[in-house]
Each structure stands twice: as C-alpha cells, then as structure tokens.
C-alpha cells in the first residue's frame, strides 16, 4: 500500500505497508494530532490492520484476524 502527500511543491510517494494477500478490498485514513497519518486496511489474508508513520518510519500491526470495512473516522 503507498501513501504520497504533497509538500506544495512536488509529491513524495512512500510504501505505507506491504501484505502478501491477494487483495487490499477497504482502506480509509485519518491524522493523529501532530499530523501523522494512520491508514487502516482490510487484507484477504491478513485481517485488518493499521500502518502508522512516526518520522519517516511506517509499522504495521495486525488489530483483528477478521476482514471488514475498517473506519479510522
């Protein structure tokens, strides 16, 4: 999954989280307070899960074996 952001300028484009189902059905994104972006994500193998950035560094976590519509809203 890529997440890219636009400084004003020019887009930079980063790899947000890698998953080795066969597809990424529901995704939906949200800010934390300082402005880093949290996406949740539905994976047909995975579950849902959520990627997170802090500083230029993104991790992934599993937060539920069931697939679904996740809402970060």
Known sequence: ???AEHDGTA???ETAATYSGFALHATSL???G???P???FSENNYG???ASRSGTNWSTRK??????SPSLA
Do not use: I
């Not at 937060?63 to 679904?68: A, H």
């Open 48 to 50: 849902t899960g959520l």
């Open 63 to 68: 937060v539920s074996g069931l697939q679904g």
């Open 11 to 13: 887009w930079a484009v």
């Open 38 to 40: 949290l996406v949740a």
């Open 34 to 36: 300082a402005g880093q």
């Open 30 to 32: 949200a800010f934390a």
């Open 1 to 3: 999954m890529r997440y």
